[in-house]
């Protein structure tokens, strides 16, 4: 006979197949990607925006159209500037620089004008900074690399924000956290955007699952990957945390 974590498992591998099956549907019928672009193409988000709404998912749809409405960058993120080639004119930017973004989503460069990045897609950023650069610079080609400040929460061995590139597995940034700890509810991940859960447990897991990026999830700045405890299992490490100090004091003032 089943158990009820037996059937909470059984009925989480059910939804897994039922999303990945959805969402192998809307892969089918969207652009080809292109290997040489960092990121998804508007023109790829809004076939998924269209797909979601179609299918009545409004979270989705939400998250997609917002951020071809505003873009993937805000004040504060980090960007790896590369400058390939310079000839005929003075490097005004080292080879490999990491800039952040000023008020406004604008990206300061040495000696040039800033770079509005208001509505900007991670996959448009390196045309749009090879164009800026163009009128300054001959003969030079850029590539940018976007980074993405994400919080890994709850029951992992090093909680905290990470910086990692947008490109990377929803699990590689769990493993920056030093992985769940052995209380972590690995089923039971969400990611939340100002306090609010963006994707459920069940997406999440399907993210896991399917090898999907941080870009691919359409996540920004600031999201939050929360990780559960198991219910009912014992927190020794906070336990361990609080008891530790006291037991200490309590063999010294017997050896005294």
């Not at 359409?218 to 020794?236: F, M, N, Q, T």
């Not at 100090?245 to 063999?251: E, K, N, R």
């Amino acid at each position: 006979m089943m158990s009820s974590m037996d059937w909470r498992r059984a009925i989480g591998v059910a939804s897994l197949g039922a999303l990945g099956l959805v969402r192998s549907a809307s892969a089918q019928s969207s652009p080809p990607v292109d290997p040489t672009v960092e990121g998804e193409t508007r023109a790829q988000l809004e076939v998924q925006a269209k797909h979601a709404e179609e299918q009545h998912r409004t979270s989705e749809a939400w998250i997609l159209r917002s951020r071809l409405q505003k873009g993937d960058f805000q004040d504060g993120d980090r960007i790896i500037v590369r400058l390939l080639g310079t000839a005929g004119m003075v490097n005004t930017l080292p080879p490999n620089d990491t800039i952040t973004l000023r008020a406004g989503k604008m990206l300061p460069l040495p000696q040039m004008a800033e770079v509005p990045l208001d509505g900007v897609l991670r996959s448009e950023l390196t045309a749009r900074l090879q164009s800026h650069i163009a009128k300054y610079l001959r003969d030079s080609s850029v590539l940018a690399t976007p980074l993405v400040r994400m919080a890994v929460l709850g029951q992992v061995k090093t909680p905290g924000y990470y910086w990692t590139q947008a490109d990377v597995l929803l699990s590689e940034v769990v493993m920056k956290a030093g992985g769940p700890l052995a209380t972590a509810d690995v089923g039971n991940m969400v990611i939340r955007r100002d306090g609010k859960v963006i994707w459920n447990a069940v997406d999440t897991r399907t993210a896991l699952s399917d090898g999907l990026t941080l870009d691919r999830l359409h996540l920004r700045a600031g999201d939050e990957l929360y990780v559960d405890d198991l219910k009912g299992s014992i927190p020794w490490q906070t336990i361990f945390q609080v008891v530790g100090p006291i037991l200490s004091m309590v063999i010294l003032l017997r050896r005294i």
